[in-house]
């Protein structure tokens, strides 16, 4: 094997990646935003604006911005997971991922036989990860626990061979618990909630020894979580970037306080 996948590296490292996220086609932008110094950039097919036939651009942009490619594709597909792999991703992130039988079929849907049931024809992945078949093995498989029925079943999901991480959806999260998913208007009541719950996967991810990755829409909380053990880390997207930014930007030239 020649290829190391470089987000499996830095967690192999014991540091934690930054990423940042975009939903927009658009893959000048996806450059922009991967060259910001994110180590990943997550391009995401369930809710961002995107078609399946944009994403090999999107890829290519991301790594000329210098960051590693990943992809939340829109269901746990293996067509889906599969064409992803055959444009270059070099992770795949799988939303609502609610058994170690989903988790598996994930699993099995990013691998060749017999390892795997995936199809062979990687398209463009060959220009990144090589023409080895133990070197196109090689992205990292990414399970998203947000339900409830994730979270009763997460050390399951964990445990499951080949899940390489666990990725909180904290927004549906909230929902499954019945907590607003607007941190601002939870009670501490509903706060404790919502932060057992995270620090429950966090501790599987940890004693099953797998990563523990999270959404987040700024810097400092995406820091708070760091500093709380996990190792993949999204700091902010593009929906979040542009309004935050321009808002304030805008207050600044007409002469008004910053919003909150």
């Known amino acids: 094997m020649t290829y190391q996948n470089p987000l499996r590296a830095i967690w192999d490292s014991g540091r934690a990646s930054y990423g940042g996220w975009t939903g927009s086609p658009d893959p ?42 990943i992809t939340r594709v ?3 597909d293996p067509a889906l997971i599969g ?15 609610n058994t170690a039988e989903e988790a598996a079929r994930a699993v099995k849907a ?8 995936r199809s062979m024809g990687p398209i463009r992945a060959h220009l990144t990860f090589g023409f080895e078949l133990e070197d196109l ?26 899940v390489d991480a666990i990725y909180v959806g904290p927004a549906d999260l909230s929902l499954a618990l019945g907590v607003p998913y607007d941190r601002s208007a939870r009670t501490p ?4 909630m919502h932060a057992q719950a995270v620090a429950h996967i966090l501790a ?16 400092a909380i995406a820091r708070g979580y760091v500093e709380q053990g996990f190792r993949m880390v999204t700091v902010t997207s593009d929906a979040d970037m542009i309004p935050r930014d321009g808002m304030r930007e805008l207050a600044a030239a007409k002469g008004q306080p910053a919003p909150g």
Request: glycine share 12%.
């Open 28 to 69: 000048v932008f996806a450059e922009w935003i991967a060259a910001c110094g994110f180590d990943e950039v997550l391009i995401d097919q369930q809710h961002g604006a995107i078609d399946p036939n944009q994403l090999a651009a999107l890829i290519t942009g991301v790594m000329a911005g210098g960051a590693i490619p």
């Open 74 to 76: 829109a269901a746990n």
């Open 83 to 97: 064409k992803s792999l055959d444009m270059g991703a070099q992770g795949i992130v799988i939303p609502m991922v």
């Open 110 to 117: 990013c691998h060749y036989p017999p390892r795997g049931q």
């Open 137 to 162: 093995e090689s992205p990292v498989v990414i399970a998203m626990v947000e339900t409830a029925a994730g979270l009763d079943n997460v050390d399951a999901i964990a445990s499951t061979p080949g």
């Open 189 to 192: 009541e509903q706060a404790a």
């Open 204 to 219: 599987t991810c940890q004693r099953r020894g797998i990563v523990a990755g999270m959404n987040c829409p700024d810097g």
